[in-house]
C-alpha cells in the first residue's frame, strides 16, 4: 500500500509504475512531459479531503499482489496504527502488508539528485525496491 499526504500524485505515480502503466523510469524532459499527460486516478492529489483514509485499490501487481493507494491526510499514524490494528480483526496478519510512505521516501531522496527527470526516476527506485522485497 502506497500512502501519502493526498496533495500531490507521489502515491497514484507510484502504484502506476508498479501496475506497470508507466516506466520506471525516464531519460529525458519530453518523456517526463510526455508521461504527465496520461490520465491517472488522483495524479493532481485529491481535491476534496473527503477521500482522505479511503483505500483505493488500483490493481494487481505482476506476482498477484493487491496495490492500493490511501491518502492520509495530516494524521499518517493514527491512520496507519488504526489500519494495523484492525487487520487481526478481519483475520488477516498485518504483516502480509507493506505501508509505503511515499513523501517520506521522496524528503529523503529530494536533496540528492537535481536532475529535473529525478523526482520521478526516485519514484520509481523506490516501487523496484518494494517490488524486490515482495
Known amino acids: 500500500m502506497y500512502h501519502w499526504g493526498g496533495k500531490d500524485g507521489t502515491a497514484p505515480l507510484a502504484a502506476a509504475i508498479h501496475l506497470g502503466y508507466l516506466p520506471p523510469r525516464v531519460g529525458t524532459?519530453?518523456?517526463?512531459?510526455?508521461?504527465?499527460?496520461q490520465f491517472?486516478?488522483?495524479?493532481?492529489?485529491?481535491?476534496?479531503?473527503?477521500?482522505?483514509?479511503?483505500?483505493?485499490?488500483?490493481?494487481?501487481?505482476?506476482?498477484?499482489?493487491?496495490?492500493?493507494?490511501?491518502?492520509?491526510?495530516?494524521?499518517?499514524d493514527l491512520l496507519l496504527k488504526?489500519?494495523?490494528?484492525?487487520?487481526?480483526?478481519?483475520?488477516?496478519?498485518?504483516?502480509?502488508?507493506?505501508?509505503i510512505n511515499c513523501q517520506?521516501?521522496?524528503i529523503q531522496k529530494a536533496q540528492t539528485d537535481l536532475d529535473p527527470c529525478g523526482?520521478?526516476?526516485?519514484?520509481g527506485q523506490m516501487v523496484r525496491q518494494v517490488q524486490k522485497g515482495l
Open 29 to 37: 524532459e519530453e518523456e517526463l512531459r510526455i508521461l504527465r499527460r
Open 40 to 76: 491517472l486516478p488522483f495524479v493532481q492529489g485529491l481535491k476534496s479531503a473527503v477521500a482522505v483514509g479511503i483505500l483505493h485499490h488500483m490493481g494487481e501487481g505482476k506476482k498477484g499482489e493487491d496495490v492500493f493507494i490511501l491518502a492520509t491526510g495530516k494524521k499518517t
Open 119 to 123: 523526482w520521478y526516476n526516485q519514484i
Open 104 to 106: 517520506t521516501y521522496m
Open 82 to 99: 488504526t489500519l494495523t490494528n484492525i487487520l487481526p480483526l478481519l483475520g488477516e496478519d498485518p504483516l502480509h502488508y507493506h505501508f
